[in-house]
């Protein structure tokens, strides 16, 4: 039995690690999807969709299960979102989310969708430990050592840091949707 | 003459009827444009271009106008939106319409614009009806026989109070632009 | 019960009139997918999208049944093309098809496929017709009348023969992917 | 040495004119970049690229520099912004920058960035122009003189004032992502 | 009275060069379009529209007429492809073609269409420089010499004879739509 | 050091396997790149992405290197794809390719890129499993063991049978661009 977790992994922290834990013992196989794959460089998506293909496949490595780390590009469309992520990822037997928009979708395309109080928590936790990033706090504890090591390699403190920097940047981009002028 | 009319039908309603008698009286044939064509399964957009194409179809059956319910997906450039709703849409003459952007669209086009004071109100009362729908509140009494119908067919009721539902999922939703990851 | 029956309708013909005729007896109602419909002004695909509604829609007006005549634009992706068609679309429980791609691609959502020796015959004409346009030779005995007075109205046989006429605009056209320049 | 300077010149004025005179005494050519190209008829984009090519060309024409006005289109992708650019512009070796989003990429680019005190104030400036324009006081002062010109041969006052005019179409624009319906 | 040439410039040479020369006596000012302005690094495509841009301005520099070079990505939809040239370009009152879909397009919006023997000389005429090019013979002949300066400068040559090169090559980019995976 | 090798693993076989032990020798990571990831369903792409991920996974899990299989989305743009590359996949510091374009883009971009004789053959490779695929012959020597079994567990064989069948098909599909109507 195959399961599908998808999440923007902004970056992969324990969070995520204690649920993909959980979900290992209840699949033979695990896809990991990695939303927003096209989004990067912004406060709320630092990280290149490779960054995060890197992370969550080193952190995961000692999971007893086969994983895949698949990134999911956002489409404008809810109504062709199952079928885009079906034909990207292995085929999966269950989804796991808490997401409303999620489960409705999956329910109407007749995936079995599980869910846990624990998504709400990870949810947080995102968030958290991007604030600590951008402020020189402790972000290290909140995340798999793999994770750290990625961050590391790729400058992504500098980054989120810089791209958090000015109002004025801030503005512009977003009034122009994501895109820098 | 034929008349075009644009809207976003989340869902058809009372307001929409009436406009659109207003306007059968004018023309010979009416073209009744979907907007947001591919947008669905959200809070303010619910319902797919197909639910919505029946929707108007079966609740105009009665006018005695030729009608055509054709829907237009947005596009990102509104310096090219009239010449896309002119190629998905039967020629028409004169467009109906109290929307600023899309009354100065169409004259620079060179299409005739008519108004009335009847398109602000009725842009209010699609909020009503959605409101009501996802706090079980009487929204029937709100929309024509034919599209009480449809909106049981799809499960809209079910639809629309579950993509409503979650402080975390609206979140999402509302950050990643309406994909769901 | 809802049939789905896609074409190009490049015109709309005597094949596939005779073909929604056989359909119309045995569905309550009919989906006529226009399909390609963001494609135009070519040799190939000389209508609108909003040109071929007009055909349709009045071509069938006699049938029997409740129509729906639905423009479909084209995706670049196989994988998510039936959820695509099914957001544009009445929900619907057969599809009429002879063409493999998408027999198979229903079949992998399990949607029901009727076939129909009709089929080929049909895409046939379409070539024809647009043929004698071009040449200038009798094309109206192939589609209904009301076609006939759209390719009227419309000034289409002036198009196609003017999109068709010069070998260089034709590699110019076709070297670029159907963009003029 | 060729210098690049992006901005959207919504419109042009006295702030970027400053601007470009003080890049166009360290380059030898100067390659002014038209951001959100495709935006336009909105209250904080309401001039197309091609009106802004010409507000631009017009008014640097008597600088001592080769310039290129070159319009950008946004896209959705920070991480492939930098070659998009590259593309569309002749090859540049400095960036002229205050935005930190645009200065990252723009270094994880390679490319090398100069920034100065004057780009916030003329950030707000823009804002100002707009906000003058729609009330109908002094905005001519603010800009070039050719500037003033090209918005009076589009209308563009008349433009502005009227996309920025009403409750219900702004909340219908910002709701459907910049497309009217 | 201002003018609209449209040409890929593939590279600009010789013939777009007297056609510009013809064409800049009879209006005021003088818009480029760059047409396909997103291709690049193909036999057919060989410079970006960056590169095109600096080839056409420093070619045009000494006639005495104001010009525009401007860059028009391709459209897949024939029917909005001249509000999209409007929007990209200054204003223009008269359109010079000799291809009969541009023509077509044009005379459908209205626009006035002027044509020239010349036209289809000088298309032959790209393909000429391009295998001259590839075969390592007289090209520099054939075009301005600004170009000259460009192409040596961006080691066009170089470039064009490697996308050239393999059969293998050639089969992938093709099957795949210019993409070279 | 990490290396990227690319291709369209249609299916993923034994010239590929080849190759892969190949690099790996040379690599401490190495990405497999899945191109023209939003193929499918087609003669020459009949497999989606996630079953090719499924397949490269499957067939190098007992390498000695750390692998990623990545998909990467065709773009229309070649100026834009090594950017587009190196977002979706973890940073390489060498690219393996014998496709000439390849080639040119990434040196162009700065990227070393490494050749070997047995690339051409590995294409060729691809066309044969195909074609035997297709006619029902002994296709399974041709590929690893565990492509053998994804295949047959996605129904690969009936989809590219099908999918091949019939002219009236196949001419659809060709002239409006991999779109099935």
Known sequence: MRGFY??????????????????AAEVDELVLGIGSAGDSHSPRNP?????????????????????YAVPIEDLDRN???VSHVQSMSPAFEVAYSNNPLVI?????????????????REVLEGTEVRQR???DRDWESLVPD???????EIGGIER?????????AEH??????????
């Open 47 to 67: 990280f290149t969709a490779g960054e995060r293909i890197m992370m969550v496949t080193k952190a995961v490595k000692d999971f007893d299960v086969t994983t």
């Open 104 to 120: 409705q979708l999956f329910k109407e395309a007749g995936v079995e969708v599980r869910q846990s109080p624990m998504f709400n």
């Open 172 to 181: 512009v981009t977003t009034d122009d949707n994501s895109s820098p002028c």
């Open 79 to 81: 109504s062709v979102w």
């Open 133 to 135: 990033m951008i402020e």
């Open 146 to 152: 793999a994770v750290v090591d990625v961050v590391y």
């Open 160 to 168: 989120i840091q810089r791209v958090t920097a000015s109002d004025g």
């Open 6 to 23: 998808i999440g923007r992994f902004q970056p992969y922290h324990n969070g995520h690690h204690r649920m993909v834990e959980e979900i």
